[in-house]
């Protein structure tokens, strides 16, 4: 077997996972939606991208922090929210949470985590932010905010791109759902990973009981494994501006819209109060014919102007994208599968592992293109080939 010393980048942790994890759950946070053409895109889409060097600059002063929201963050890197991370390890929501305190990046916690939010901002002493899925009765939606106002979270990231669920076929043959189903299919996966079974089902059965959704309110709070047939709180398939209004003036700390692919939804975000937005498709997991997040990227910037923070996600797997999507305009990245594949392969340390992996890439590949600040990460890194907006690139003055 081997350790997370082992796992030189962010695909060998991705492998580490892949050998621990039931295959229902490594396919439930690995693969995409419908033909997974989102999932290759974005990733084609950085891969489009290149860089020209610079040479011979002095590299001594070299740091990666940024101001993110108005606070300091080591590197421009968020936790994106994940749901199930406590199904990959052991309280992996709470393993996530101090990594990131301890990497000085913050961390978001999803609305249907297993770790409860005032356990999370209880133990994890870092930037804590709490994403929201409106659900259709309101009243419990408000609930949840409330519930984070009082645990003192910090941000409030609301998502909007989901609202009536996705098409992820390989759930359907692996037999995977959430609460899991009891077949032959899924016991004898879970069978097969004896490690799994006894370091994150075993653990919670010896300590606070089957897994389930901590978060949701009491009557929805049903056992994730094996509780099949119960309940489920249903998402708002209603919601609109208004609704983003209305939480904005609920909520008294930064307020971040997640999901946005349009230049006009980002004007939108701002105008209903957003500081923040997140330029994402999801990791591909939803519309499978969507641009990729990258692509999508520079003109939301330009229309944005500079009015609200850009926060960036979907196939960030090097710090090289890292490098290309501030490069492009945004102010930080988040980061979904890079540390949920570290805190399968490895809980905490696995998670550490992966932020540090990413913050050492995006140092050498500043260092190769000759900046010591991330505020140096412009347009001029790209070379003439690449598919960013032509008027950046005809306003350059250092084009060959
Ligand atoms: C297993 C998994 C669960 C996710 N759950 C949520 C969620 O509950 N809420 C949300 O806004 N986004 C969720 N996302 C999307 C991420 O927040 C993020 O947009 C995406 O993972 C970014 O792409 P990347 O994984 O390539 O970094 C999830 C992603 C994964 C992989």
Redesign the pocket.
């Known amino acids: 077997m081997v350790g997370i010393d082992h796992c030189y980048n962010i695909a060998d942790l991705r492998r580490a996972a892949k050998r621990r994890l039931p295959k229902g759950i490594f396919e439930?946070?690995d693969r995409g939606s419908e033909d997974e053409v989102a999932l290759a895109h974005?990733r084609a889409a950085f891969d489009r991208l290149k860089l020209k060097t610079r040479v011979l600059e002095d590299l001594r002063d070299l740091n990666t922090d940024v101001d993110l929201l108005g606070d300091a963050s080591a590197m421009p890197l968020a936790i994106?929210?994940?749901?199930?991370a406590g199904l990959c390890s052991y309280e992996g929501e709470l393993a996530l949470a101090k990594a990131a305190a301890n990497a000085g990046v913050p961390f978001t916690l999803?609305?249907?985590s297993i770790t409860s939010m005032e356990k999370i901002a209880e133990q994890a002493r870092g930037r804590l932010w709490f994403?929201l899925?409106m659900w259709q009765d309101e009243a419990l939606s408000y609930q949840l905010v409330q519930r984070a106002k009082d645990a003192g979270f910090e941000a409030l990231v609301v998502?909007v791109d989901a609202a009536l669920g996705n098409n992820r076929e390989y759930n359907q043959r692996n037999g995977f759902s959430i609460p899991f189903k009891v077949s032959a299919r899924s016991i004898i996966d879970m069978l097969r990973h004896p490690r799994w079974m006894v370091s994150v089902l075993g653990r919670y059965l010896a300590t606070s009981g089957m897994p389930r959704h901590e978060n949701y309110p009491a009557r929805y709070q049903h056992r994730i494994a094996f509780g099949s047939g119960q309940a489920k709180p249903v998402r708002q398939s209603g919601m609109t501006w208004a609704d983003i209004g209305r939480l904005r003036e609920f909520w008294p700390g930064k307020f971040i819209v997640?999901g946005i692919l349009r230049p006009e939804d980002a004007l939108l975000a701002i105008e209903h109060g957003a500081d923040g937005i997140v330029v994402?498709n999801?990791?591909g997991?939803n519309l499978d014919s969507s641009v990729a997040s990258i692509d999508a990227l520079p003109d939301i910037v330009a229309a944005v102007a500079g009015r609200a923070t850009v926060l960036f996600?979907?196939?960030?797997r090097r710090g090289s994208d890292i490098a290309k999507a501030l490069a492009l305009g945004a102010d930080s990245v988040?980061?979904?599968?890079?540390t949920?594949y570290g805190v399968a392969a490895g809980g905490q340390r696995g998670a550490e592992h992966a932020l540090k992996i990413l913050r050492s890439e995006l140092r050498k590949t500043m260092a190769y293109l000759g900046c010591t600040d991330v505020s140096e990460l412009t347009p001029d890194i790209f070379a003439k080939t690449a598919p960013v907006r032509r008027e950046t690139i005809e306003t350059l003055p250092s084009q060959e």
Do not use: F, M
């Not at 994106?80 to 199930?84: D, E, F, H, N």
């Not at 996600?313 to 960030?316: A, F, L, M, Q, T």
């Open positions: 439930y946070i974005n994106a929210p994940t749901g199930i999803a609305t249907g994403q899925y998502t997640k994402s999801h990791g997991r996600d979907s196939g960030i988040l980061v979904g599968r890079a949920l």
